[in-house]
Each structure stands twice: as structure tokens, then as C-alpha cells.
């Protein structure tokens, strides 16, 4: 994702946000930290979410052919958020 990429649709599909938000909107998203589920990672330039796990990232179909990857990789430098509630 280049600067102010816009989040993954699907995240708006699945009732987790109301509309797109950019990386830098999604620093601010939901609740501050990790969470079982569903964790966000934001920064000003990128953005990636874990779901049980796996990564769901733009990087990863560079890596993998898929936009799943089974690494969560390096996440110094990236605000950690996760949905409301969860």
C-alpha cells in the first residue's frame, strides 16, 4: 500500500467499519492494543490486519501469490489496534 492507502474492503464488508479509512484513520481505530481475533496494524504509510494469525496484507501476495500469509513479519513502527469489543 502506498501513504494513505485505504484499508482492505473487506473489513467494511464484514460490518467492521463503517466506511474506508486510510492507514493514518485506522491509528486511531477501535481499541489501543492487540486482541484475540483481530488485531490492525497502522501506520502513516501501511497498513495490515491478523486474523487468527494469518496476515491479511497487500505485501503478502508479493510473497505468496495470496494476500494471506501464515508470518505475521515485523510490526516495529505501526500503531497496534483491534475492533471494538473484541
Known amino acids: 500500500m502506498t501513504a494513505r492507502a485505504r484499508s482492505p474492503t473487506r473489513c467494511t464488508a464484514a460490518g467492521l467499519l463503517s466506511s474506508p479509512e486510510d492507514s493514518s484513520e ?16 497502522a501506520n502513516a504509510e501501511h497498513a495490515f490486519m491478523v486474523v487468527d ?22 510490526t516495529s513502527g505501526y500503531v497496534v489496534r483491534h475492533p471494538d469489543g473484541m
Open 26 to 41: 485506522l491509528e486511531s481505530y477501535g481499541e489501543a492494543g492487540p486482541a484475540r481475533d483481530i488485531t490492525i496494524y
Open 53 to 74: 494469525g494469518k496476515r491479511f496484507d497487500t505485501i503478502a501476495q508479493q510473497e505468496t501469490g495470496s494476500r494471506w500469509a501464515g508470518s505475521v513479519g515485523d
